[in-house]
Nanobody, 119 residues
């Protein structure tokens, strides 16, 4: 079982920045993939940024060059630095992790944190 606790959401003006944090209850070395998804009202949940244990990092096209995912292994925490925020970035952001046990991939989700970009 993996518990994910997010923090850092809020209200920001267009062009501003926010940093989201996601603390895992287990060592992130034991996690196959970890990152962030978002869901805007009336839309499907979509990948924002995620890295895998193999060293691959994926970003959604809409956030490339503006968002950066990083991690602190000692704190079992993943961060999402969001710069140059746009109103269309408004969504609930969810931390996501995939842990493989006995050849079965299990998905875990945080509770979500609201990000609102508005003037």
């Amino acid at each position: 079982q993996v518990q994910l606790v997010e923090s850092g959401g809020g209200l920001v003006q267009p062009g501003g920045s926010l940093r989201l944090s996601c603390a895992a209850s287990v060592s992130i070395f034991s996690i196959y993939a970890m990152g962030w998804y978002r869901q805007a009202p009336g839309k499907q949940r979509e990948l924002v940024a995620e890295f895998t244990s193999g060293g691959i990092t994926n970003y959604a096209h809409a956030v490339k060059g503006r968002f950066t995912i990083s991690r602190d292994n000692a704190k079992n925490t993943v961060y999402l630095q969001m710069n140059s925020l746009k109103p269309e970035d408004t969504a609930v952001y969810y931390c996501h992790a995939v842990k493989i046990r006995l050849a079965v991939a299990n998905d875990y989700w945080g509770q979500g944190t609201q990000v609102t970009v508005s003037s």
